[in-house]
């Protein structure tokens, strides 16, 4: 499925924001695997399952692609093959996680989900993603760690992406929904919220009030 992003001032821009963001196939889904063989769907599967069970019990400093060969009981060369290495597994393992997320801001219920202005979703979705960036913040960041560029890459960011520009441009129509979209989701990079919730210690409730500060700056 595709994963373009809406250029500002283009017509197809202007099609996608005024269509109703439940629309069925307007957004991507988070990255999902080429059509597999059993065996190799199996793997992925043992694979993923054994880097989270080494994350819950060790913390995502201990994931190495030995270790979760090891913890899974097939070659390390299959684990690489299968995700490239650490970085690459531990953005799986969140992109895996990030399925409910994502189902809940694209097709859940209002003010996350369809049914509310674009205002009111912008708010709610940043809300909820403060929230869920402090409860994987440990595995966010360890990610990043292993490879800084990696998130951008991910099928979660350029969903997310693509979501929030979509709501920019119907907030504010002929606006650089794509590149404001971008500006705005850097306020989640791990290392920065690392940096705010535990080195500045500042709560949730703090981090949302700023964000809903931030949009509302100019008005």
Known sequence: MSTEKPQAGSGEATAR??????????????????????????????ILD??????????????????VAHACGIGVGTAYRRFGDVSQLLWALL???ERQFQEAYMSG???LGPGAPAAERLDA?????????????????????????????SGAY????????????????GSDSTLLAHLLLA?????????LTVEQELSA?????GLRTLLTLRD
Do not use: W
Not at 17 to 44: C, F, K, M
Not at 50 to 67: F, L, Y
């Open 17 to 46: 924001e005024t269509t109703p963001l439940a629309a069925p196939g307007l957004l991507p889904t988070a990255d999902s695997p080429a059509p597999e063989r059993a065996d190799a769907a199996r793997n992925r599967r043992k």
């Open 50 to 67: 054994a880097a989270a069970r080494i994350v819950a019990e060790k913390g995502p400093d201990a994931v190495t692609m030995n270790q």
């Open 95 to 97: 992109d895996d996680r």
């Open 109 to 111: 219920p209002p003010p």
């Open 125 to 153: 979705f940043l809300g909820a993603l403060v929230d869920r960036v402090e409860e994987q913040r440990a595995l966010l960041l360890a990610a990043h760690a292993a490879g800084p560029g990696s998130r951008y890459h």
């Open 158 to 173: 350029r969903v997310m992406h693509t979501h929030v520009a979509l709501l920019i441009g119907q907030i504010r129509p």
């Open 187 to 195: 306020s989640f990079s791990p290392d920065v919220m690392h940096h």
């Open 205 to 209: 409730d703090r981090l949302k009030a």
